[in-house]
């Protein structure tokens, strides 16, 4: 399921978004977050969009337990990083 948002809070991982918008709040925004969700409510990837351009990007992969096992941060003109989590 496809959300949007306007900011997150905190620095863990997966990021925790806050302040939801609906789809048809997006037209007069300059900044927002979209992201996916999966069919057990948790963060699949998130992307930051600035003016229509995806400025940042986070995917996730969880074990079966449903904890963080890996997040992928993709950065404009930037190579990707992979940070791996064990528990």
């Known amino acids: ?3 949007y ?3 997150y809070r905190g620095v863990k991982l997966p990021l925790c978004m806050t302040e939801e918008l609906a789809a048809d709040a997006l037209a007069h925004r300059n900044t927002y977050f ?3 969700f999966d069919d057990a409510g948790r963060m699949a ?3 930051k969009l600035v003016y229509g ?3 940042l990007r986070h995917d ?6 449903g904890q963080l096992l890996e997040a ?3 950065m404009l003109d930037e190579e990707p990083q992979l940070l791996s989590f064990t528990v």
């Open 34 to 36: 979209r992201a996916e």
């Open 5 to 7: 948002f306007l900011t």
């Open 1 to 3: 399921m496809l959300r």
């Open 72 to 74: 992928r941060i993709s």
């Open 45 to 47: 990837w998130v992307e």
């Open 60 to 65: 996730y992969r969880y074990d079966a337990q």
């Open 53 to 55: 351009e995806v400025e």
